[in-house]
């Protein structure tokens, strides 16, 4: 079954609630069963441009993946409509924003650009409020659209999830699924996550040599491929 080129989008007004780990795994995911990825990092930081270049020193990297460091969202527009006007592929577009108060108007247009919004939400109160705050945001251009009906879908994505819940968290989870749209994966809160800061997760397993290690590293691969796998019905569904 093809997926076609699509974009999915990590907003959220909260920084540091796993935005660019579900940015680098989902790329993961598309580039290890062959998909081109081309990445649009709008944060100053340029924190996914310079992961480009360290995982290229650390020969972690693939060809069919690209990075932009692109702060300027009518430079994006323009680059996905080049993309849009090749023929259809495989090809996964993701873009990463920056958490705190984004430039509103560059904000509906990044949500104009995408087939998919997506919140990475940490299972913390202070996550979830800046959550919800994003998803009012989207409500609120609903209201503002002549056509709801043709802005993609929002939902939110469980981020840095313990393997046991404390009752605190199940709390916030209780609250999280009432409040805003989720999907059923989630981001576990994995130590290999770390090593992708080095470069893509199958390059990087491919690179161990510790089979153990190298196990673990697939493990969170085949959890971004579930979750890019469960982003791309819900824009199935939607078209």
């Given amino acids: 079954m093809t997926n076609g080129i699509r974009v999915i ?3 959220n007004r909260k920084g540091g609630c796993g935005k ?4 680098r795994g989902l790329a993961s995911a ?3 069963r062959g998909e081109t990825v081309t990445v649009f990092d709008t944060d100053g930081s340029r924190g996914l441009w310079k992961w480009m270049e360290r995982a290229k020193a650390a020969n972690a990297w693939s060809d069919d993946v690209t990075v932009f460091a692109m702060l300027d969202a009518r430079k994006v527009e323009a680059l996905i409509e080049e993309i849009l006007e090749q023929p259809d592929q495989e090809h996964l577009i993701l ?13 509906d247009l990044l949500a104009d650009l995408s087939d998919l919004i997506v919140s990475p939400c940490m299972l913390s109160m202070e996550d979830l409020e800046e959550t919800k705050e994003t ?8 209201q503002r659209v002549a056509d709801p009906s043709i802005l993609p879908p929002y939902r939110v994505i469980a981020s840095r999830v313990p393997s046991a819940l404390r009752e605190p968290d199940k709390l916030v989870l209780r609250e999280m ?3 805003v749209p989720m999907i059923d994966q989630f981001i576990a809160n994995r130590s290999v996550y770390s090593r992708m800061g080095s470069g893509l997760l199958g390059p990087v397993r491919d690179n ?3 089979k153990g290690v190298a196990s673990h590293v697939q493990d969170a691969l085949d959890e971004m491929t579930e979750a890019l796998d469960a ?4 824009i199935k569904e939607a078209k």
């Fill in 20 to 23: 660019s780990t579900l940015i």
């Fill in 177 to 179: 699924v009432s409040a």
């Fill in 231 to 234: 982003l791309d019905a819900i």
């Fill in 95 to 107: 873009i990463d924003t920056f958490g705190g108060g984004a430039d509103p108007e560059a904000q």
């Fill in 135 to 142: 998803a009012l945001w989207y409500a609120r251009l609903k």
């Fill in 30 to 32: 598309a580039a290890d």
């Fill in 9 to 11: 989008t990590a907003m």
């Fill in 208 to 210: 161990l040599q510790n």
